[in-house]
């Protein structure tokens, strides 16, 4: 209502205009630039060769700033992480030295702006205190005019270890609340970890896909912010109503002013098309923020979609606030024009969960995103990219950015928008039950507004949860989270419930409700957003680890949720990539073993036991590994044939299902975790069976209990009609039967084709020796393929394919044709250490029927040849 309010307040008479002073523009200086750091003065009994000031690096990490001095080991680098622990364990100060003008002290205001620092900071200048943060995620904003002068000032940041920080508030705590991660260190009790308290990335403590280093420091841009009466805070384009003949938008410009004065807002709008319009209006300002809302018509809106669904289209907004002439500052937004909504309607197998783009129900095929590194200032833009372009690559059209990491920057939803890749964004929750006292509330509260003002004109965004499993922690997570509620009153016990209701069904769901409206909100994943118990087939979405927990990967066909928003197994990366974190020392031959130190040391499920329950999935349908680098390889494949067992199953099940993203994508670090693309953005066989199990349409078989189910599953938007082609043969490639006929299937859904048992599709045929395969054909080529074992991948009798390889090049790169005339089981095209991208990868070669893989490297074809490995599954078990 205030915004609306203001339109009686445009209209101003001339001679206000006329006798209120013009402010300047605004001055703004970086400061990221001639920091040094230190241990701080109470730390340097056991350093002491770190009490002397060294350069270090804004936006950055105290751990950077040493390995890049030489003075700390690279955690990544074999069992290095043991040996930088005390870093996270230390107090540091930063320092950096400014030179003030008298002009820039001229000014009205003067402000220090942080955008972020990591994580418990006292901010001096000059030696008087500005600043105490305690919170990573927000940004700090402190007036500094009072205590700089003209000349040389100084600007200290002193930063406290948030363990020992934290240290003496737990040990003094009755019980500490479960769900976090124990320290691999001895450096916290088990059972009693700090991190649940702080608001502070909680993978930094350590995951079981990742290592344990608590960074600290100026993580964030530092800047200083001169100017007179007035100040553009804030800049959002409100999508208020939307058809296909016209988006009516509100500008809204939030401008902070010291007194009642005049200003003009210009609000540019350039459309997909080029297409520009120009609109300004006057407004009178008051003391304090004044919201301004400048009213927007488009004509024959051009929406944003879903990659797949439509084009990205994006518009460029930019405001601009003037006094007169004087351009008091300037913001520039991309915004995409959409509706989103979670439609969740009662039907035959409960309740559903699909989103909804546009109108349209969207079938989620994607993954989930854990940070792109444990230091998250050394992450670029081109990491960025590639794992955004990867998921794209791979036929995904939603993300899950994780809810124990960090909120991404500004680029990383930036290219999602471009690319049309939906964001689903958790506040940053990674599982632990919370505090239920008022500031750790109203910290969050705080950090919510600030992230979601921030982010919410990026149209990818299409839906806010409040945090990740921290409801099914409560309610699911057995002994340790039982263990503390078994200690706790009942009163107490209703504090704590209380507490997690009360921030995620009310403070969140209101930072995204008042800030964010055209974005839907989601208590938990997984949850029923407080309609019930958490972690339901029937209703809301899901997190499946039953498979991993022990259960065979054939129990992904027992389960179909509404929306599987977590599921996956494990893998190790390619050779190449373990080479770089083992090393190349005396012991980097024995570090080549499952259970080698190194080899432990990167894996962190189960405190370094995961090798053991890898292997268990490995053997249930591979057989033992002959050697290590067959276990690398045999890792792969059994990632990659489970999780397309379970994506395909689910888009089987479409509409009863809506979603499938699989855990994880991409690694913090190199070593053993579920992501399909490793720490150096090579895929892995996943990463490739995904680019097939998420194409546009695709022909599905699915075996249970001795019958196939075949289905043809599409995400087109119109009818299409196919070849569908059936054939039964053995390993040899003879053909022993096969049927072929034309089928239609309807836009977005999934259609039957046959549920036939093994005996009508064997007729006798030795099942180790044969198989069944769908292809799907359009005007005779392969669109999809879909292949049948009646026995294990150990049971089968394969042969020594002798793959057959050509390479040639050809325009843009390199063709690899492969040939083989018996079976070869996923296929794997290696070039050791030359990187190269292929076309596909880890895929089935049928006899006589020649694949030609395309692929480009930097590398002449001399070379490339000379690189080139092939290797299937014969062999590759004892």
């Not at 030489?70 to 230390?90: C, F, M």
């Not at 600007?155 to 003496?168: G, N």
């Not at 794992?387 to 993300?399: F, G, K, P, T």
């Amino acid at each position: 209502m205030l915004r609306h309010a203001l339109f009686g307040l445009l209209a101003l008479s001339s001679a206000t205009v006329c006798t209120v002073a013009r402010a300047a523009p605004p001055q703004i200086l970086d400061l990221d630039g001639g920091w040094r750091f230190r241990l701080a003065p109470n730390e340097t009994k056991d350093h002491p060769q770190l009490s002397d000031w060294m350069p270090a690096a804004v936006p950055g990490a105290v751990q950077t700033d040493l390995m890049a001095l030489n003075k700390l080991p690279d955690p990544y680098i074999g069992d290095n992480e043991a040996k930088v622990q005390w870093v996270g364990l230390s107090d540091w100060q930063y320092q950096s030295e400014i030179d003030v003008s008298p002009e820039t002290l001229g000014r009205g205001h003067v402000d220090l702006v942080f955008e972020g620092l990591d994580t418990f900071a006292e901010v001096k200048v000059n030696g008087t205190s500005v600043l105490k943060a305690d919170n990573m995620f927000r940004a700090w904003r402190v007036p500094v005019k009072d205590v700089l002068h003209a000349g040389r000032n100084t600007i200290e940041v002193d930063l406290a270890s948030p363990i020992a920080a934290m240290a003496p508030k737990v040990a003094a705590m009755a019980y500490v609340l479960p769900g976090a991660y124990d320290s691999a260190f001895g450096d916290e009790a088990s059972g009693r970890n700090s991190s649940t308290y702080v608001r502070k990335a909680g993978y930094q403590y350590g995951w079981d896909w990742g290592p344990r280093v608590v960074a600290i420091g100026i993580w964030k841009p530092v800047k200083l912010e001169a100017y007179d009466g007035v100040r553009l805070a804030d800049f959002h384009v409100a999508q208020v109503h939307l058809d296909d003949q016209v988006a009516a938008l509100d500008a809204d410009v939030d401008i902070v002013s010291d007194r009642v004065q005049p200003v003009t807002v210009t609000v540019d709008i350039t459309g997909p098309d080029g297409s520009h319009r120009t609109v300004a209006q006057d407004a009178s300002l008051f003391a304090g923020t004044t919201p301004v809302s400048v009213p927007l018509r488009i004509d024959n809106p051009k929406r944003w979609w879903p990659v797949g669904y439509g084009r990205p289209d994006l518009y460029t907004v930019t405001a601009t606030v003037k006094q007169g002439d004087e351009v008091i500052g300037t913001v520039t937004r991309r915004i995409g024009l959409r509706t989103a909504e979670i439609r969740r309607q009662l039907d035959q197998w409960g309740r559903s969960f699909e989103l909804v783009i546009n109108g349209v129900p969207v079938f989620a095929k994607g993954a989930n995103m854990i940070p792109f590194d444990v230091f998250p200032a050394r992450v670029t833009a081109q990491q960025q990219d590639r794992i955004l372009q990867s998921a794209v690559d791979a036929n995904m059209n939603i993300l899950r950015i994780w809810g124990g990491g960090t909120y991404q920057d500004d680029h990383v939803y930036d290219k999602a928008d471009e690319l049309g890749l939906m964001i689903w964004q958790d506040f940053m929750f990674g599982g632990a039950i919370i505090p239920y006292d008022r500031d750790f509330r109203e910290n969050t509260r705080v950090e919510a507004v600030e992230q979601v003002k921030r982010l919410r004109n990026h149209p990818s965004i299409v839906l806010w949860a409040g945090n990740n499993e921290v409801q099914t922690d409560w309610e699911n997570w057995g002994a340790g989270t039982e263990a503390v509620k078994a200690k706790l009153s009942p009163e107490e016990r209703d504090k704590v419930v209380t507490g997690m209701v009360r921030m995620f069904d009310q403070v969140l769901r209101g930072a995204v409700d008042l800030n964010a409206p055209g974005t839907p909100y989601w208590a938990s994943t997984p949850s029923t957003d407080y309609d019930g118990p958490a972690d339901q087939d029937t209703d809301g979405d899901r997190h499946y680890w039953s498979v991993w927990g022990g259960k065979p990967v054939e129990e992904y066909l027992n389960v179909t949720p509404r929306f599987m928003s977590e599921y996956g197994l494990q893998s190790f990366p390619v050779m190449q990539t373990i080479k770089a974190f083992a090393g190349q020392a005396s012991t980097y031959l024995a570090d080549l073993q499952p259970d080698s130190r190194v080899m432990r040391a990167h894996q962190k499920y189960d405190k370094g036991n995961g090798n053991k329950r890898l292997l268990l999935y490995i053997n249930n349908n591979y057989g033992q590994p002959k050697d290590f680098g067959s276990f690398v390889y045999l890792s792969q494949i059994m990632q990659a044939e489970g999780i397309e067992l379970a994506a395909t199953h689910l888009r089987a099940a479409m509409p009863r299902s809506m979603g499938s993203m699989y855990w994880q994508i991409n690694d913090v670090w190199p070593g053993a975790s579920w992501a399909s693309i490793d720490y150096f953005g090579r895929w892995k066989a996943l990463q490739y069976h995904a680019k097939r199990f998420y194409a546009p349409v695709i022909v599905t078989a699915l075996r249970k209990d001795k019958v196939t189910a075949f289905n043809l599953v599409s995400d087109e938007g119109a009818p299409r009609i196919f070849d569908y082609r059936l054939r039964v043969m053995d390993i040899d490639g003879k053909v022993l039967s096969q049927t072929t006929r034309s089928v239609t299937v309807a836009a977005r859904t999934s259609l039957k084709l046959d549920a036939t048992d093994d005996a009508d599709l064997l007729k006798g045929a030795a099942p180790e020796r044969t198989y069944a395969v769908a292809d799907l054909l359009d005007h005779g080529t392969r669109v999809s393929r879909a292949i049948s074992y009646f026995v294990s991948s150990k049971g089968l009798a394969l042969r020594d394919p002798k793959i057959r390889t050509d390479v040639k090049a050809v325009p843009g790169g390199y063709a690899l044709t492969l040939s083989s005339q018996t079976l070869a089981r996923q296929v794997w095209i290696d070039f050791g250490a030359i990187d190269a991208r292929l076309s596909d990868n880890a895929f089935d070669l049928l006899p006589d029927e020649p694949v030609t893989v395309t692929f480009t490297s930097p590398k002449p074809l001399v070379a490339v040849r000379a690189a080139l490995s092939v290797r299937s599954l014969y062999g590759a078990a004892q």
